[in-house]
C-alpha cells in the first residue's frame, strides 16, 4: 500500500519488481560515486591549484579517464538488459486476464472461466472507510499467488495505462491494440495501482486494487461465481 510522504519504492511483490529497486539501487549507488569523485577533484583543483598538465596531458590519467566510464557504463548495462529480460520473458500462463479501460473504470474478463467478467469502479470516499483513499474500488481483480498470470490491456474508448507499483507492471490500454504483460505475484496481499495515462476529467478517480489470494482460495472464488 502506498505510504504518505514515502520516498522508496512501495515494497516488492514480484521477482520483476524487485530487480527495479535493485538496479535503481545499483544505479544510485554509481551516480554517487561519480558526483564525489568530481566533487572531490574540483576541490583539488580548486583548493591545491593543480595544473592541467598532471590532470589533462598526461598520457595514464587519459587512459583513465577513457576506459573507467567504459567499465561503468558496462555494470549499468547488463543489469538493465537483465531486468528487461525478466519483464518481458514470455513463459507459459497458467491463467490469462482481459483488462479493458474505459472512462472512467476497468472492466475485467477472465478468458479461462467463461462467463466471469465485471467491471470495477472506485468507491466513495464515504463507503470506502479510508483504508486506501481513492483506491479502492467496489470488485477487486483477484489473482492467485505464485502463478504465471498473462494480462491482455486495451482500451474501450480513449488511451489509458494499467499500472500496479508493486508488482513492477504497466502497459497502456490502446484502442484496437492488444497489450501483454507477464506478472508472478510472490505472496498474498492486496496492491492498489491507477491508471497512468492521462485520459479526460475522472483521470484520477480510475484506481486499480488487485487481491493475490492462495490458489485454492482463487479456485473457491471462481466456483461460487459460476
Not at 558496462?74 to 479493458?100: E, G, Q, R
Not at 482500451?155 to 484502442?175: E, F, N, Q, R
Amino acid at each position: 500500500m502506498p505510504i504518505w510522504a514515502s520516498l522508496n519504492f512501495q515494497d516488492s511483490a514480484s521477482p520483476g519488481m524487485e530487480q527495479l529497486i535493485f538496479f535503481h539501487d545499483f544505479t544510485m549507488t554509481v551516480v554517487t560515486l561519480i558526483t564525489v569523485m568530481v566533487g572531490l577533484n574540483m576541490f583539488f583543483i580548486c583548493a591545491y591549484k593543480l595544473t592541467n598538465r598532471i590532470l589533462l596531458q598526461e598520457q595514464s590519467v587519459e587512459i583513465i579517464w577513457t576506459v573507467f566510464p567504459v567499465f561503468i557504463l558496462l555494470s549499468i548495462a547488463l543489469p538493465s538488459l537483465k531486468a528487461l529480460y525478466l519483464l518481458d520473458d514470455p513463459f507459459n500462463p497458467s491463467l490469462t486476464i482481459k483488462a479493458v479501460g474505459h472512462q472512467w473504470y476497468w472492466s475485467y474478463e477472465y478468458s479461462d472461466f467463461p462467463g466471469i467478467e465485471f467491471d470495477s469502479y472506485m468507491l466513495p470516499e464515504e463507503n470506502s472507510n479510508f483504508v486506501a483513499r481513492l483506491l479502492e474500488t467496489d470488485n477487486s481483480l483477484v489473482l492467485p499467488s505464485l502463478s504465471q498470470i498473462r494480462m491482455i490491456v486495451t482500451g474501450g474508448d480513449v488511451i489509458h495505462s494499467w499500472a500496479v507499483p508493486s508488482l513492477g507492471v504497466k502497459a497502456d490500454a490502446v484502442p484496437g491494440r492488444l497489450n501483454q504483460l507477464m506478472v508472478y505475484i510472490n505472496r498474498s496481499g492486496v496492491f492498489y495501482g491507477q491508471c497512468s495515462e492521462i485520459c479526460g476529467a475522472n483521470h484520477s478517480f480510475m484506481p486499480i486494487k488487485v487481491e493475490a489470494v492462495p490458489m485454492y482460495y482463487f479456485i473457491n472464488w471462481t466456483m461460487k461465481l459460476n
